[in-house]
């Protein structure tokens, strides 16, 4: 029986157990309840340890055996990758609608991702330029 709920961040589990297999586990478990058994219990065939490997798995187990981890969606970082790829996708000449479609969003909102990359490089070309200004 597990003893406690525990929701731990990425950067938390990425400092026990690397970044990769805290990838591997949010890819899997996002935003799910796993529980954590004791390293006694964990065998060839958890799924923890097809997943991550034994050694990760003994390192998840050894900080939070017999708890209930709940795991980050991430979905900053998650909207951030899509969204550099859809401006990859629109500077390299593809169509807003075709876009929208690819990543099942609606017109409206890829306009806006591009707005907002547009207004954000406008944004640093002016910090520039107001930088350059004190040099003189």
Do not use: C
Request: proline residues 2%; positive net charge; aromatic residues 8%.
């Amino acid at each position: 029986m597990p003893n406690s709920h525990n929701t731990k961040s990425y950067v938390e589990l990425e400092m026990i157990l690397g970044q990769e297999a805290a990838e591997k586990l949010i890819n899997a478990y996002r935003g799910q309840e796993v529980y954590i058994p004791a390293a006694d219990k964990l065998h060839g065939e958890h799924k923890l340890v097809k997943l991550l490997g034994l050694d990760v798995a003994l390192r998840l187990s050894h900080y939070w055996h017999n708890t209930i981890l709940t795991v980050p969606m991430q979905q900053a970082k998650t909207i951030a990758q899509r969204n550099a790829e859809i401006i990859k996708r629109y500077k390299a000449g593809a169509d807003k609608g075709e876009i929208a479609a690819l990543f099942g969003l609606h017109t409206r909102t890829v306009r806006k991702i591009i707005a907002n990359y547009h207004n954000d490089k406008a944004k640093a070309v002016y910090a520039r330029l107001q930088l350059s200004l004190l040099d003189y």
